[in-house]
């Protein structure tokens, strides 16, 4: 996949409870110029979403008949529902003249690096285990498996951080903000 402009894709991930979902709006109320990605899904539109700017809302049908022509960047099944980015979509905003910022789990950014070599993948981290295990007790609102599982599923992402380009650790979001802006003007 090649584009004929100088945008790059920065690809974020990071575990649950990290607080990417907060790094990433603070950046982006600093860099309106840069595009937050959608993505398709299978799953029904929650109250309040809309086609095209949450997500791209697709049937199973049109899910799996865009996999079997290999039109998507990356995909993945998770709960039931098929979750993708179109490779179209990310050509067209970077020809269009966007920086685009992809938030993906570990393996679709796997996926994307192997079909587009040229994106770039930043990995948001914790301190430590035992402050991302505060952070999750202390959002009140998973039972203690739940919390386990997450933080066995932790120990994985980690290990496939090691396959990004960058790392960067969620001490604050101030500091993680600027970590990423250096990223980014290195690239």
Not at 15 to 23: E, I, N, R, Y
Not at 124 to 137: G, N, W
Request: charged residues 30%; hydrophobic residues 30%; aromatic residues 8%.
């Amino acid at each position: 996949m090649e584009n004929n402009t100088d945008k790059k894709l920065y690809v974020i991930s990071g575990s649950s409870g990290v607080g990417k979902g907060t790094v990433l709006k603070g950046f982006m109320e600093k860099h309106p110029d840069f595009m937050l990605s959608v993505s398709c899904t299978t799953r029904k539109p929650r109250e309040g979403e809309q086609d095209g700017v949450n997500y791209f809302f697709l049937s199973k049908e049109e899910f799996t008949k865009n996999i079997e022509e290999d039109k998507f960047l990356e995909w993945a099944e998770f709960a039931g529902n098929y979750y993708g980015t179109k490779k179209k979509y990310i050509k067209q905003c970077l020809d269009n003249g966007m920086n685009v910022i992809l938030e993906i789990e570990t393996n679709g950014a796997l996926q994307v690096k192997k079909k587009m070599p040229e994106a770039v993948l930043i990995f948001i981290a914790p301190p430590s285990l035992d402050e991302l295990e505060h952070r999750l007790r202390g959002r009140h609102t998973e039972d203690e498996a739940t919390i386990q599982k997450r933080l066995g599923e932790v120990k994985k992402e980690l290990e496939c951080a090691k396959k990004y380009d960058y790392t960067v650790i969620n001490d604050t979001v101030e500091n993680a903000i600027n970590c990423i802006e250096k990223i980014i003007s290195g690239e």
